[in-house]
């Protein structure tokens, strides 16, 4: 099955997509975990990929799109998807349902998760990942037992560099633009259901799954 899951920074995408991993056995993909991957690994491509990334830009379509027809072709994408932050582009909306179609898949969901602006920059403000395993924690909503160390790992808690209000405000003004849009091409093929993303990872997490299922 694949899934688009759908919303403005700090929705709660990565957050609940690693909560469905285990319920639809598919894994997750999330371009921005990709690229900044790719970025730590000190490839020019990570470097060109972070001089969008800090400024809250969008990373240029030509860029993503080679980044995910590669990760569809490793063996635990075979069943499907649930995809995190992407597509975020009516161009790259296009390129997936290409992508699938050649695999003999469609989009089977897309769920919109809707959480107010200043919620978002609350969100992002506070929050915290682990540098191993990519737990997400937020310094007040989900706080980590200790404020450097991950509960799950142990490895190490950082805060994303694109984390900061000026610069969340810029990834909001970007999805509204360019992003937003998607909203229309996915809903003139019925597949978008939004969910209200206030209330707790297990309330949010329990409308996204019934949102999968069709109820
Ligand atoms: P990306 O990494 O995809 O970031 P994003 O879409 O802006 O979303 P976030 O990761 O910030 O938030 P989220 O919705 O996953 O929320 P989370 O679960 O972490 O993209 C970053 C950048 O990469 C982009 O700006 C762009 O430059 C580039 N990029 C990536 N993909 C691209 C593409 N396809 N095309 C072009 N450019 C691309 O939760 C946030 C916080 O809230 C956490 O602390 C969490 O603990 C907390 N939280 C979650 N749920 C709740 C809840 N119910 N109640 C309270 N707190 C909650």
């Known amino acids: 099955m694949d899934v688009v899951l759908f919303g403005p920074p700090g929705a709660g995408k990565g957050t609940q997509a690693k909560r469905l991993v285990d319920k639809l056995g598919v894994p997750q993909i999330s371009t921005g975990d990709m690229m900044r991957a790719e970025k730590a690994s000190g490839t020019p491509l990570g470097k060109r990929f972070d001089e969008y990334m800090s400024a809250g ?20 994408a075979r069943e499907g998807a649930i995809f995190d932050g992407y597509p975020r582009t009516v161009p790259q909306a296009e390129a997936l349902d290409r992508m699938l179609e050649r695999l003999g898949r469609r989009i089977a969901r897309v ?38 160390r991950c509960g799950n790992c142990g490895g190490r808690l950082v805060q994303r560099k694109d984390d900061t209000e000026g610069v969340v405000r810029t990834r909001y003004e970007e999805y509204r633009a360019k992003t937003e849009p998607l909203l229309g091409y996915y809903g003139k093929k019925g597949l978008v259901r939004t969910v209200d993303g206030i209330g707790s990872l297990d309330e949010v997490g329990e409308r996204i799954e019934a949102a999968v299922s069709g109820e």
């Open 57 to 76: 830009k969008l990373v240029p379509d030509e860029l993503v799109l080679e980044l995910v027809e590669q990760r569809l072709k490793q063996p635990d």
């Open 111 to 148: 769920v919109a998760i809707e959480v107010p602006l200043p919620e978002l920059i609350e969100r992002t403000v506070g929050r915290r990942s682990c540098e191993a395993c990519g737990h997400i924690y937020h310094l007040r909503y989900s706080p980590p037992p200790s404020p450097d």
